[in-house]
């Protein structure tokens, strides 16, 4: 290493204080309430093309699209495809981020080149620059002030939404973004602690007793989240036996195995049809 390199990286190393992108990540809250403000065309297009450029693409092939929805009456249809999730309806706009290898099979045909990307794994590569786009634009958003949700519903909706946006084959939405100008101010949500996901050299798998120990604040803390909504969602965990954590997570209310496992097979189905899986 060079003395320069070696200082860099002294530097580095010492560093406590956060770097520019620090306090940006910790102001992110998914944001639920929005206010019916618009966001300015151009400004928009300027964080896109940003986000655009500045996520990382596999081969730089670009297999993505992003569907922008505005209008009133379109999103109210998303709004029904995305389990009727209020803010939908109340953000100005809602951004479907698709893996796309249509485009670039157009592409490879008029060249006279071989085809390829009609696979799982071509599924893989562009539904990971997908994600690596979306998250980029949420991050450019959030640091022009606005406020963003992810929509996971989008994985249970795919083909609808798919029809409903009229994608080409080859081409599936992976996620989708409401974007709007926050009308609330929650709390930051705590994570697990860094000792439960981050491993030096190889896996170290945790004991039972360390596995207590790095869901604790978890539990307590997203426990008394969900105890303090409304009094139907109480009953409705009473009467499906929920009394922790733990058992909230897989109860029908929220990832119910059975509809996991019928929407996995809904998907394999998808994929067949449009050319993700020969
Ligand atoms: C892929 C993905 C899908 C999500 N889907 C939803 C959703 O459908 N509805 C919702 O209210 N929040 C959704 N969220 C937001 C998470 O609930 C949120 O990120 C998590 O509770 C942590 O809170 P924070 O983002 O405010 O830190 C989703 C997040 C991700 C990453």
């Not at 795919?158 to 994608?167: C, G, N, P, Y």
């Not at 080859?170 to 981050?198: H, I, K, Y």
């Amino acid at each position: 290493m060079t003395g320069s390199g070696a200082s860099r990286h002294a530097s580095h190393r010492l560093m406590t204080t956060p770097t520019a992108l620090s306090p940006l990540l910790q102001r992110h809250r998914s944001i639920r309430r929005y206010k019916s403000e618009p966001i300015d065309p151009a400004l928009l297009d300027a964080v896109l093309q940003y986000a655009f450029a500045g996520a990382s693409s596999s081969g730089n092939l670009n297999m993505v699209s992003v569907v922008r929805t505005r209008d009133a009456e379109r999103k109210r249809r998303l709004y029904e495809l995305h389990f009727e999730q209020d803010m939908v309806l109340q953000a100005p706009l809602v951004l479907t981020f698709c893996a796309d290898t249509w485009r670039t099979r157009q592409w490879l045909q008029r060249r006279d080149a071989r085809l390829n990307f009609d696979n799982l794994l071509a599924w893989h590569v562009a539904s990971f620059d997908a994600i690596i786009v979306a998250q980029t634009t949420a991050l450019a958003l959030e640091a022009e002030g606005l406020g963003i949700c992810y929509m996971g519903t989008t994985l249970h909706a795919m083909r609808e939404i798919a029809d409903f946006l009229e994608l080409p084959p080859n081409c599936l939405p992976a996620t989708s973004l409401v974007v709007g100008w926050p009308d609330e101010a929650p709390a930051q949500r705590d994570r697990l602690p860094m000792a439960a996901w981050c491993h030096d050299e190889t896996y170290q798998r945790p004991s039972g007793e360390q596995i207590d120990a790095q869901f604790h604040d978890r539990e307590v803390k997203g426990w008394a989240r969900y105890q303090s909504l409304h009094e139907g969602f109480l009953a409705r965990m009473a009467e499906l036996g929920v009394d922790s954590l733990a058992k909230f997570y897989t109860c029908d209310l929220k990832y119910a195995p059975k509809r996991f496992r019928e929407d996995s097979e809904k998907l394999r189905v998808l994929f067949e049809e449009r050319g993700f899986l020969p």
